[in-house]
T-cell receptor, first 112, second 114 residues
Framework: GAVVSQHPSWVICKSGTSVKIECRSL??????MFWYRQFPKQSLMLMAT?????????EQGVEKDKFLINHASLTLSTLTVTSAHPEDSSFYIC????????FGPGTRLTVL | AQSVAQPEDQVNVAEGNPLTVKCTYS??????LFWYVQYPNRGLQFLLK??????LVKGSYGFEAEFNKSQTSFHLKKPSALVSDSALYFC????????????FGTGTQLKVEL
């Protein structure tokens, strides 16, 4: 149990376009979902905490207008990287939380 | 504020030898501690956690960790390393009063060689 999926697993896009990443809890309901960003050989940086039906809480230094988070249901949260630029290229990981966090497999975003 | 330190960027060990990946923490109140493993281009996989009870926690794939309150440590151990254990390991602590929010260490790259 406690499976979390992410889609897509990787995406390449042109600079200036927007990219949506989905995070789904497949076999449990997640009241809270977290979005992380990870640079090569570095730790996970928490970007935001998302609660179903309410606005996401962003960590300091994370642009909420740049990284739009929607938590429409107890099993789905989406992260949209708007007007992506090469510096947004990274590995994005979500986690879904019931009693503890369960992590998705990650999404590799490359912005050309 | 909570913090987690993993003092070693990389640990090298020969296959068959015991391995230890170090973690120390700083929290107010009782710590909830976790170990995760990450393989290249993958998300984090849960290994084990300490909430309360026995100081020695057994987890997945033969890993275990020992909670030491006096030393504020939670080192990850395995009696006999495998080449397939080579990966990036993260220690984490649950944020006090932050629901299930976690603070992660910087990670330790484990390399197991033949």
């Amino acid at each position: 149990g406690a499976v979390v999926s992410q889609h897509p697993s990787w995406v390449i896009c042109k600079s200036g376009t927007s990219v949506k990443i989905e995070c789904r809890s497949l076999d449990f309901q997640a009241t809270t979902m977290f979005w992380y960003r990870q640079f090569p050989k570095q730790s996970l940086m928490l970007m935001a905490t998302s609660n179903e039906g309410s606005k996401a809480t962003y960590e300091q230094g994370v642009e909420k207008d740049k990284f739009l988070i929607n938590h429409a249901s107890l099993t789905l949260s989406t992260l949209t990287v708007t007007s992506a630029h090469p510096e947004d290229s990274s590995f994005y990981i979500c986690s879904a939380s019931s009693s503890e966090q369960f992590f998705g497999p990650g999404t590799r975003l490359t912005v050309l | 504020a909570q913090s987690v330190a993993q003092p070693e960027d990389q640990v090298n060990v020969a296959e068959g030898n015991p391995l230890t990946v170090k973690c120390t923490y700083s929290v107010s109140g009782n710590p909830y501690l976790f170990w995760y493993v990450q393989y290249p281009n993958r998300g984090l996989q849960f290994l084990l956690k300490y909430i309360t009870g026995d100081n020695l926690v057994k987890g997945s794939y033969g890993f275990e960790a020992e909670f030491n309150k006096s030393q504020t440590s939670f080192h990850l151990k395995k009696p006999s390393a495998l080449v397939s254990d080579s990966a990036l390991y993260f220690c984490a602590v649950r944020v006090t009063g932050g629901g299930n929010k976690l603070t992660f260490g910087t990670g330790t790259q484990l390399k197991v060689e033949l």
